[in-house]
Structure formats: structure tokens, C-alpha cells
């Protein structure tokens, strides 16, 4: 009896280990913010790993994209990488020079997933004629307010260029309590060089008539600041909204956070879709405009892609089958519920659980609507070092250390040095 007892355990411990080891294990890395849309991706992952017993997804949280870098390159370098890894698309030429990533033309060429993502995002996912990542999903940016602060300040219309901004935040910026302390200002600008405050400082360039790349090139060193009319008007106005005493910065790079306008202490921020989630949350009331323009509409087209590494050929396979799951319509729909991210598949944006939720939300609609004006990040090897560098232009402005034609000279010639 012991002997065949033995005999029984020993061979339920072999078929538990050959179970096993028949399960592909993947690791994601990704730096969603805020915790809220941190939980509902887990949630989804979850489903996932439910309903595919041999193939099981680890997500972790890495780090805002700025502390990613370094520790994306560390892994890569020690060829010990990520399977899938959640990161804007600008990465992508610096990973595949390389050699890092497995290019997706083939997979996606024979999956029914290709023709439900947004045609206008493929931009976003190409380098140098082929396919690097799929879209996990997409946003831009607005104006959220606080319509409770612009009625107490008696303003009823919404305003729709610089000049209406800035005397809009000149009347929201109030001492409610008459201590001679200022109790809410009208915007929050973020401080900081991180890629935050460049994404949110893009738009206001390119309305004033800027250009980040001059020409048709494609290249790092075609970057042109120096004397870019665009890039001193915005950061000009940056400069002029804090000058007024109508604007406030944010803590150092956090201004992706909303406290300060959830709680009233600021009436208006740059900010994208993501936040709806905390905004239903706080309770509060809110509200989203367009970029106010200077010459042209415009916006940033954000989001993130999904890449994935080069790692064994099974390993590959199952991490392709996650990415067709974070493209179908079911993932896309679950997450822009949950966190307000746009979708980037056409079936879900046109389903009936979605159409109801804009109903219910219709600052949605604004971002919608202004995805026809948005502009993408250049996606070539480097594009964190010129992010860098301009981003440390807009914080000298805003911290009163430089002008911003001399901003943008001392960053003009950084990058020569790095580039030529």
C-alpha cells in the first residue's frame, strides 16, 4: 500500500510539472498612472489569464516613463528584457537600432485585428517602412475647468484662443476669502523637464505656427528651435500666465496629477482623457475645451503602444496573442470605461456600451473631435534626448532663469553637439 501510494503522489507531482512547464509565462512592463487605471488594467489581465490556462501574463508597474528608460536599456543591454513592454512609440527607433524588437508586419498581416485599429495610428507604430508595435490606446489633450469656479468668477464663455485664456486665468485667479492670499489660480502649468510637460507644451507650439523637425526629414539633427517663432511664442505665453500671477506650477515633474484642480486650488489644466476616471471618483464637477488656438487648431496625440522583445519564438507567439487581446474591441471597450483612454479599436468606439458612455460623458467628445487636429511625437533614435533638452528650455522659462529665445538657443545648441 505505501509503495503504490508513493507510486500515485510521485505521478501526480510529474503530470503537475509537465502541466507546468506547458505554461508560457509573460512578463509586462508598463508605468499606467493613475493607480485607478493601474487596477483596471490588472482586472483585464486577469480575464486574460482566465481564459487562456497556457499562457500567463505577469504585469508590472514600473516607474513613470521618464524612470523607464534606464532601466529598459539595463535589460536590453543584459539580454534579459521584458516580453511586452507599455511605452509611448518615440521608444521605437532607439529599440530597434538595437536590435531589440520583433517586427509585427507578418503577425499582423494575418490577424483579424488589423483592420479594427484606427487607421491614423499606424503612423504611430511604424519605423522605417515596417511595424514595430500595436496601439494599447490613444488620447490628446484639453482644457479640463471647473464650471462651479468659472461661474463664481462670472465668466460664461469658454475661451477659445490665447488671449481669451489668458484673461480667463487672469479672472479665475482669486483671494475667495479677502486674507490677501491667492485661494485659486486660474491654470496649473507643469514644472519639470520629464516628457509630460513636453507633450502637454507640443501643442500650444504647434498652434503658434512651430515645427519641431524642419522639413520632410525624419532625422534627430533636423531638429530646428533655434528661431522657431512657434516654439518662443508658446513658451511665451507659458512665460506670461505665470508672470501674470494667474498660473501655477506643479509640484516638480507631477504635473500629470489633478489635486490641485479637484480640489479647486487651480481652475484649469492641461491634461487628457486618462483623468476622467479620478474626476468620477472625486465627485466634483468638470468640464473640457479645446487647446485654445493662436493660428491653427492643434493637440498631442498620446497613448501607448505595446512592443514586443525579442525573446524565443514561443515566448513571441504568446505575447502576440495578449497584444491582439489589448487591440479587440472587449479589452478596449472594458478600458476606456474604466479609465477614459480613447480606443484605438473602430468596433468598440462605435459599440452601444460606448456610445452610452459618451452620452454620459460628453467632455469625451471633445477629445474626439480634436483627434483630427492632433500631431504625433517623431518616432527616430534619440527623440528622448531632444525631449530632454526642450524640456529643460520650458522649465528655465517658467522658473524665470532664461528668455525664451535664449531657452531655445542653449538647446539648439546642445543637440548640435549630440547630433552633428
Not at 512592463?29 to 493607480?35: F, S
Request: aromatic share 10%.
Amino acid at each position: 500500500m505505501l509503495v503504490g501510494v508513493l507510486v500515485v503522489t510521485g505521478c501526480q507531482v510529474i503530470q503537475r510539472q509537465v502541466a507546468d512547464a506547458q505554461v508560457v509565462h509573460i512578463t509586462l512592463w508598463q508605468g499606467v498612472n493613475p493607480p485607478p487605471n493601474r487596477d483596471v488594467l490588472q482586472k483585464l489581465v486577469d480575464k486574460f489569464n482566465q481564459t487562456h490556462p497556457k499562457i500567463q501574463v505577469e504585469s508590472l508597474y514600473v516607474g513613470q516613463q521618464d524612470q523607464q528608460m534606464p532601466k529598459i536599456l539595463a535589460a536590453v543591454v543584459g539580454n534579459a528584457p521584458p516580453d511586452l513592454l507599455w511605452y509611448n512609440p518615440t521608444i521605437a527607433g532607439q529599440l530597434v537600432e538595437l536590435d531589440a524588437l520583433t517586427p509585427l508586419d507578418e503577425l499582423l498581416e494575418n490577424s483579424p485585428i488589423k483592420d479594427e485599429i484606427d487607421p491614423t495610428l499606424f503612423t504611430s507604430m511604424e519605423y522605417e517602412g515596417k511595424i514595430w508595435s500595436v496601439p494599447f490606446a490613444t488620447n490628446n489633450v484639453g482644457v479640463f475647468y471647473r464650471p462651479s469656479l468659472f461661474k463664481a468668477a462670472g465668466i460664461e464663455k469658454l475661451p477659445r484662443t490665447w488671449q481669451e485664456l489668458r484673461q480667463v486665468a487672469k479672472k479665475l485667479t482669486r483671494d475667495t476669502n479677502g486674507d490677501g492670499q491667492i485661494d485659486s489660480y486660474g491654470m496649473l502649468l507643469p514644472l519639470g523637464k520629464g516628457e509630460f510637460t513636453v507633450f502637454t507644451w507640443l501643442p500650444f507650439m504647434w498652434s503658434g505656427g512651430g515645427e519641431l523637425i524642419g522639413g520632410e526629414s525624419q532625422q534627430a539633427a533636423s531638429v530646428n528651435l533655434k528661431d522657431n517663432q512657434g516654439a518662443i511664442a508658446a513658451l511665451q505665453f507659458w512665460h506670461d500666465l505665470i508672470a501674470d500671477g494667474a498660473a501655477m506650477l506643479s509640484e516638480p515633474e507631477r504635473g500629470y496629477e489633478i489635486n490641485a484642480l479637484v480640489s479647486g486650488k487651480v481652475a484649469m489644466q492641461v491634461t487628457g482623457p486618462w483623468s476622467l476616471g479620478e474626476f468620477q471618483q472625486s465627485g466634483v464637477d468638470f468640464g473640457v475645451f479645446p487647446i485654445p488656438i493662436q493660428q491653427n487648431p492643434a493637440t498631442s496625440i498620446g497613448g501607448e503602444n505595446l512592443f514586443l522583445f525579442k525573446t524565443t519564438p514561443k515566448q513571441q507567439q504568446a505575447a502576440f496573442k495578449f497584444a491582439e487581446y489589448a487591440v479587440s474591441e472587449a479589452f478596449q471597450t472594458e478600458l476606456a470605461l474604466g479609465t477614459g483612454y480613447l480606443p484605438v479599436n473602430l468596433k468598440s468606439r462605435k459599440s452601444a456600451k460606448y456610445q452610452t458612455f459618451t452620452e454620459k460623458f460628453p467632455q469625451l467628445k471633445v477629445f474626439l473631435d480634436q483627434a483630427k487636429y492632433g500631431r504625433s511625437r517623431p518616432i527616430f533614435p534619440n527623440y528622448t534626448r531632444i525631449s530632454d533638452n526642450l524640456g529643460r528650455a520650458i522649465e528655465s522659462v517658467l522658473l524665470g532663469k532664461n528668455s525664451p529665445t535664449e531657452a531655445l538657443n542653449i538647446t539648439q545648441q546642445r543637440l548640435d553637439l549630440i547630433f552633428k
